[in-house]
């Protein structure tokens, strides 16, 4: 059985992911300069994803 959601997340799922971005964007701001570029790119990436997968469940304008 399958536990992903169908569509783009709820209002208290969107504030779950923002509950949880904000303290570890703080983890990554207390890393070394050189590790936080590759910290970043992972969370755009992962934030990117779940945009794009937004999109590809909404109807076409």
Do not use: C, F
């Amino acid at each position: 059985m399958s536990t992903e959601q169908i569509g783009p997340p709820s209002r208290g799922q969107n504030e779950a992911l923002d509950d949880a971005l904000v303290p570890r964007l703080r983890v990554i701001e207390e890393q070394p300069l050189d590790q936080r570029a590759t910290a970043y790119a992972q969370v755009h990436d992962q934030l990117k994803s779940r945009l794009e997968g937004s999109d590809s469940t909404g109807t076409n304008a």
